[in-house]
């Protein structure tokens, strides 16, 4: 009986330490915000890269999501504490943190999506994107499809990586009209005094469907939310009153491809590839190459783009896409600057 | 709370007299045991249910052990994340007792944190011994005031004080919103609302920095244990205490005998709304060291479950907030060890409350662990 126990019990454990030794030897985690790794663009993007790594290199992979922002330190503190070789912090609210813990923990090796630190940390490498390239092509697709002449966009909180998305897309339209000799207008971002519609969160799906709707209500039949999930409520509204009515535009994935209920509503996404460069940076680590310092997706190197078209693939003019692939060129060689 | 006089036979009646505290012993200390026990059953039923297998089940049971009380810094943690929580959780209680239903500690956390973050950033080269307390204070006084607006509401108007601290809440968040974007109080260099940061003087000193640089244990344990025993005191061993708990017992009786109804709404939801206020004085000075949108982060809304769980009892709350604040430290070892959603802890905190809220479903689901005489008395 009693040796009938110690087996058991025996059994159980060599049962966990066998899943501990499965295990492989270099582990990569993540830290979401508060979007969680499920919100279908910004850290699940991010994730995918994860899962790339963990399919073509090998490598372990966790993530741990965070809440609220109390968790941000010691979620990175109970991965650090969990032997992970590389922690890949998505956000730039969590820079604070992970700057923190990186000083704490100079052994550790971070990096962090959509944050440059200035002067660097030699334990982290930032991730940061000139989205605006991607958006700007957006914004000249948008001007170039709206009936109304109205544009619209919305950000999730006043911050550098979901501004230039919108500084992108203003002066995306801002070109079409330039060229075209049009009058199509953007509400709820402006450039040059740096206010404009915020909802605040990344994660009210119910203000995602307001704040479209009041643009919506403006006379906008083409919004951008930069925001996360927020802007699935947004395709919720345009679901409901119909594509002629209202388009959005995805951000951060091809929102047709991770949103497929709604894929129909949505007229592109301008893409953030947050998957390809997370597995740059893990590649990175697991070959002993990495250093801190800045990575720098752009539409050149194929960090950021502007996803196809899919429903809406006849329904845009074969004009237009060709200026697009024009433009796309100009931007690369430089011949038109997104900045203004 | 307690059952009404069992018509049993003479002799169970007089046992009951004798020993009174039976049933109460039973529903403060063996019906939440047995809560958390079934929720925990539950809760793993539910992660069957999802295609989690057992030996998975397993680890993250021994996650939740560990990452709440396995280590020096899981125990850092677990206290960490229960004192905003006990701290809150007491206002709820003493409004609990006074006859009124506060759903807007959330509001006043973020009212009291702010202030309390607005004093700690302003007021440079004051010694900490001045400082801190002073933050401290500004935060329980913000969140004091913040709650005697739904408390003046309710003994001038009647205006019932579920509704008006729902709509303070509201209020709150946007208020919070707009102070966050006001120069003086947003960080420089910074468009996003978040607010300066916290002088060194005014925070919450960190307790174990020299074991280890990532344990996030501070003072506010201090303020907690504190806390705990002044409303301790205060509701069982003063005049206004006994006022709270006799106009929460009878509101008719307390007036009949003279006491002043309204003042006493008001100074209960007062109290109420500075221990809500020092719980977001405690994130603000303590853990995030700045104030943005979301620091409360439904603090305030668990602290109801908290005080609920806790049977109003000051020592009662502390032991709710040190298991909730276990839950939240065990969860993310789940997630990290085992890979179980964060979500699956809202889910057992959650039924946890709903077998707190219903003893007698306890009762008959586990028969044999309450005196028969209580069984007797509900037939």
């Not at chain 1, 009209?177 to 605040?200: I, K, S």
């Not at chain 2, 003063?238 to 009786?253: C, N, V, W, Y």
Request: glycine share 12%.
């Amino acid at each position: 009986m009693n040796n009938g126990l110690k087996l058991a019990v025996g059994s159980v454990v060599a049962a966990f330490c066998a899943t501990a030794v499965m295990a492989a030897d270099f582990t990569a985690c993540q830290v979401t915000d508060t979007g969680g790794i499920d919100d279908n663009s910004f850290n699940q993007t991010a994730w995918k890269g994860v899962q790339d790594a963990e399919a073509e290199l090998g490598v372990g992979a966790r993530f741990l999501e965070s809440q609220a922002e109390t968790d941000y330190e010691a979620n990175i503190n109970s991965l650090i504490a969990g032997d992970c070789d590389i922690i890949i912090t998505v956000g730039f609210l969590l820079g604070d943190a992970t700057e923190t813990a990186a000083k704490a923990n100079p052994e550790q090796k971070f990096s962090i999506v959509d944050y440059a630190y200035d002067p660097s940390i030699p334990n982290v490498l930032g991730q940061v994107y000139a989205t605006d390239e991607a958006a700007f092509l957006a914004g000249y697709l948008a001007a170039g499809m709206t009936e109304t002449g109205i544009l619209g966009t919305f950000g999730g909180i006043n911050i550098p990586p979901v501004t230039i998305f919108m500084d992108g897309f203003h002066r995306g339209a801002a070109y079409y009209n330039q060229q075209n000799g049009a009058d199509v207008t953007v509400l709820g971002w402006n450039p040059d005094t740096r206010e404009g519609l915020f909802t605040n969160n990344f994660d009210s799906l119910d203000d995602g469907r307001a704040f479209a709707q009041n643009l919506y209500d403006e006379g906008a039949d083409i919004v951008l939310p930069v925001a996360g999930p927020v802007g699935i409520g947004s395709a919720a509204l345009a679901d409901e009153l119909g594509v002629d009515a209202l388009k959005i535009i995805g951000v951060d994935a091809d929102l047709y491809e991770t949103d497929p209920e709604k894929g129909h509503v949505y007229l592109t996404s301008v893409t953030k590839r947050m998957d390809s460069t997370v597995y740059d940076v893990i590649e990175r680590a697991l070959n002993g190459k990495f250093e801190g310092g800045v990575l720098v997706g752009t539409l050149e190197s194929g960090g950021v783009d502007l996803a196809p078209f899919h429903d809406f693939e006849d329904a845009v003019p074969d004009e237009l896409k060709q200026q697009l692939e024009a433009i796309r060129a100009g931007i690369i060689d430089g011949s038109i600057s997104v900045a203004e | 709370m307690t059952d009404p006089q069992p018509p049993g036979t003479l002799s169970d009646q007089l046992l009951d007299r004798a020993a009174p505290d039976r049933t109460a012993f039973e529903d403060l200390v063996v019906v939440p045991i047995l809560a958390v026990f079934i929720a925990l059953v539950l809760g793993a039923l539910t992660m069957f249910a999802t295609n989690v297998d057992l030996p998975t089940i397993g680890r993250s049971y021994v996650a939740l052990l560990e990452g709440s009380v396995g280590s020096l810094s899981a125990i850092s943690e677990t206290l960490t994340a229960a004192m905003p929580l006990t701290l809150a959780g007491l206002g709820i209680a003493l409004g609990f007792r006074a006859g009124l239903f506060n759903i807007g500690a959330e509001g006043q956390v973020l009212i009291g944190g702010m202030a309390a973050v607005i004093v700690g950033f302003s007021f440079d080269g004051l010694p900490a011994a001045i400082h801190l307390p002073l933050a401290l204070l500004a935060g329980a006084i913000a969140g004091g005031l913040y709650a005697s607006i739904a408390g003046w509401l309710r003994a001038a108007t009647g205006a019932h004080e579920v509704i008006s601290t729902i709509m303070l809440n509201l209020i709150s968040y946007r208020l919070v919103d707009y102070l966050l974007r006001l120069d003086f109080i947003q960080r420089e260099g910074r468009a996003d609302p978040i607010s300066r940061s916290v002088l060194e003087t005014a925070e919450l000193p960190r307790l174990l920095t020299w074991i280890d640089a990532n344990l996030r244990l501070h003072a506010g344990i201090f303020l907690m244990l504190a806390a705990v025993v002044v409303i301790h005191w205060l509701l069982f061993r003063t005049k206004l205490g006994f006022e709270f708990r006799a106009s929460g017992a009878s509101p008719d009786a307390a007036r009949y005998a003279g006491m002043r109804a309204g003042l006493i709404i008001v100074l209960a939801m007062g109290m109420a709304g500075a221990l809500a206020g020092l719980a977001g004085a405690n994130q603000g000075l303590g853990v995030l060291g700045r104030a943005t949108p979301g620091f409360s982060a439904g603090i305030g809304f668990d602290a109801i479950a908290v005080a609920l769980l806790g049977r109003s009892h000051p020592y009662g709350v502390l032991l709710a907030g040190l298991l909730f604040g276990a839950l939240e430290a065990g969860g993310r070892q789940m997630q990290v060890d085992a890979g179980v959603s964060i979500d699956l802890i809202g889910i057992i905190q959650a039924l946890i409350i709903v077998f707190i809220a219903a003893p007698l479903l306890v009762r008959s689901l586990f028969p044999w662990a309450f005196r028969k005489l209580a069984k007797v008395g509900r037939e």
